[in-house]
């Protein structure tokens, strides 16, 4: 971990420095790190209708992360307690294991255009025109040719509905570091009249599919028995086998591996709705399943290996205005779209190898708690210089609750 190593016991100060010398960051975002975010009104007033303030989130970095050969300090930003802890935690076994080995799909998003009232040879008009169909898709999506990327291919389906028989025409644009949705959409719309004339009905629903199965990304891991103990691996593949047999673990087994990956969306200024409807959609492509896998090998080393549709920018849409989002993706380092989601996937397996790993031995509310503690003793009334006597006596007492706080508090103003 290097220069990253005992992060969290620095000051916030001390840490914004260690990002100045580490990862370059400037005096001007300096500033605006530790002006919690400072994005201004009249930017925010841009960015959505009907504006009335601004919400912030904490931002924390989960450094240690070891992939293919490359350190990451990771920015997350989350309200949740003990999720940046643990999966630094997760990221330090694995770096003494040899790290994460990632690789991505290239960046190709895929948009829907439905045409309904369509007769019995619609398909066959589709394939008869489809050289024309696709020279315009090319045209509309030249804007990504500079970037390297650009249209790919179209294809379509019929679907026969309680609305009669619908044509489902479907196009892949390359969309590089963008996340594409409004590339894929300008295409859409553009190419309707023309689907409307050559093939037949009326176009209806024009935009992307979040189901981004062109675009995945995938990490592993081998976590070795001497680093994370046998006993330790038994209990997450106990865990990991309830989660594939029984779809109430699986729910929160994958919102376990979503609590990174959606930390590191909204720290890059990405559309985390996005990437979580694109996630828990392919986890129920075939039933709803784990994102992940964990499986002993043949040395009795833990094995995890996971596998997401991630459409995530490293350009475009929030990205380029909200303050932060720029600064965390010069903290994380990624040089491309694809390389992000490769980060976001390692995030999202060591997330899940880390609940794992505490829900099979000491149980979560342990970490978990103890961060919340000083939450517990704010909420309770208690101020600067107060709230670590009352967590620290919460902790001695393990009572976590804001009643239990409120007593501490009062005993210790002698009330
Ligand atoms: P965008 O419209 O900002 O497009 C990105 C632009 O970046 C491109 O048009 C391109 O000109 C430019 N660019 C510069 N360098 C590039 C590079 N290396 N690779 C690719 N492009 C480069 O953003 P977008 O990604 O098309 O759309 C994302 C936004 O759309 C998000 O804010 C999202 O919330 C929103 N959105 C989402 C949905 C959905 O998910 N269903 C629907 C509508 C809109």
């Given at each position: 971990?290097?220069?990253?190593?005992?992060?969290?016991?620095?000051?916030?100060?001390?840490?914004?420095?260690?990002?100045?010398?580490?990862?370059?960051?400037?005096?001007?975002?300096?500033?605006?790190?530790?002006?919690?975010?400072?994005?201004?009104?009249?930017?925010?007033?841009?960015?959505?209708?009907?504006?009335?303030?601004?919400?912030?989130?904490?931002?924390?970095?989960?450094?240690?992360?070891r992939?293919?050969?490359?350190?990451?300090?990771?920015?997350?930003?989350?309200?949740?307690?003990?999720?940046?802890?643990a999966?630094?935690?997760?990221?330090?076994?694995?770096?003494?294991?040899?790290g994460?080995?990632?690789?991505?799909?290239?960046?190709?998003?895929?948009?829907?255009?439905?045409?309904?009232?369509?007769?019995?040879?619609?398909?066959?008009?589709?394939?008869?025109?489809?050289?024309?169909?696709?020279?315009?898709?090319?045209?509309?999506?030249?804007?990504?040719?500079?970037?390297?990327?650009?249209?790919?291919?179209?294809?379509?389906?019929?679907?026969?509905?309680?609305?009669?028989?619908?044509?489902?025409?479907?196009?892949?644009?390359?969309?590089?570091?963008?996340?594409?949705?409004?590339t894929?959409?300008?295409?859409?719309?553009?190419?309707?009249?023309?689907?409307?004339e050559?093939?037949?009905?009326?176009?209806?629903?024009?935009?992307?599919?979040n189901?981004?199965?062109?675009?995945?990304?995938r990490?592993?891991?081998?976590?070795?028995?001497?680093?994370?103990?046998?006993?330790?691996?038994?209990?997450?593949?106990?865990?990991?086998?309830?989660?594939?047999?029984?779809?109430?673990?699986?729910?929160?087994?994958?919102?376990?591996?979503?609590?990174?990956?959606?930390?590191?969306?909204?720290?890059?200024?990405?559309?985390?709705?996005?990437?979580?409807?694109s996630?828990?959609?392919?986890?129920?492509?075939?039933?709803y399943?784990?994102?992940?896998?964990?499986?002993?090998?043949?040395?009795?080393?833990?094995?995890?290996?996971?596998?997401?549709?991630?459409?995530?920018?490293?350009?475009?849409?929030?990205?380029?205005?909200?303050?932060?989002?720029?600064?965390?993706?010069?903290?994380?380092?990624?040089?491309?779209?694809?390389?992000?989601?490769?980060?976001?996937?390692?995030?999202g397996?060591?997330?899940?190898?880390?609940?794992?790993?505490?829900?099979?031995?000491?149980?979560?509310?342990?970490?978990?708690?103890?961060?919340?503690?000083?939450?517990?003793?704010?909420?309770?009334?208690?101020?600067?210089?107060?709230?670590?006597?009352?967590?620290?006596?919460?902790?001695?007492?393990?009572?976590?609750?804001?009643?239990?706080?409120?007593?501490?508090?009062?005993?210790?103003?002698?009330?």
């Amino acid at each position: 971990m290097g220069a990253f190593s005992g992060f969290y016991k620095k000051t916030i100060q001390e840490r914004i420095e260690l990002l100045k010398q580490e990862r370059g960051i400037n005096d001007g975002e300096a500033k605006v790190l530790l002006d919690s975010g400072a994005l201004d009104l009249e930017t925010a007033n841009r960015m959505i209708e009907n504006l009335v303030g601004v919400n912030h989130l904490p931002l924390g970095i989960a450094p240690g992360f070891r992939i293919n050969g490359k350190e990451y300090a990771v920015p997350m930003c989350i309200e949740e307690p003990s999720v940046i802890a643990a999966a630094a935690k997760a990221a330090k076994l694995a770096a003494q294991s040899g790290g994460f080995t990632a690789d991505a799909d290239e960046p190709v998003m895929t948009g829907q255009v439905q045409l309904v009232n369509v007769p019995e040879d619609v398909l066959e008009k589709f394939n008869a025109n489809k050289g024309e169909i696709a020279a315009r898709a090319k045209e509309l999506a030249s804007g990504m040719e500079m970037y390297g990327g650009g249209y790919r291919e179209c294809e379509a389906h019929t679907l026969e509905t309680s609305r009669g028989r619908m044509l489902v025409a479907v196009f892949y644009v390359d969309v590089r570091d963008a996340m594409g949705a409004n590339t894929l959409n300008t295409l859409l719309e553009g190419i309707a009249p023309l689907l409307e004339e050559k093939v037949a009905g009326e176009a209806r629903l024009r935009i992307l599919t979040n189901l981004a199965v062109r675009r995945k990304a995938r990490a592993k891991c081998t976590w070795k028995k001497e680093v994370v103990g046998e006993d330790a691996i038994e209990g997450i593949l106990d865990g990991y086998e309830l989660a594939v047999n029984d779809i109430y673990r699986c729910c929160t087994h994958n919102k376990g591996i979503m609590n990174g990956v959606d930390a590191v969306a909204v720290a890059t200024g990405n559309d985390w709705r996005a990437v979580e409807a694109s996630a828990h959609a392919y986890a129920a492509m075939d039933g709803y399943t784990p994102l992940n896998k964990f499986y002993k090998n043949e040395d009795g080393d833990l094995v995890g290996e996971i596998e997401l549709p991630l459409a995530v920018g490293t350009v475009g849409g929030a990205i380029n205005t909200s303050p932060t989002a720029g600064i965390a993706l010069k903290l994380l380092g990624a040089e491309s779209a694809m390389e992000l989601s490769m980060v976001m996937a390692a995030v999202g397996l060591a997330q899940n190898f880390a609940a794992l790993y505490a829900l099979g031995t000491e149980g979560i509310q342990k970490g978990h708690m103890k961060l919340h503690a000083s939450n517990l003793a704010a909420g309770a009334g208690a101020k600067e210089g107060e709230i670590e006597k009352v967590a620290k006596k919460m902790q001695e007492q393990n009572e976590y609750s804001v009643e239990s706080a409120k007593n501490i508090l009062k005993k210790l103003r002698g009330e």
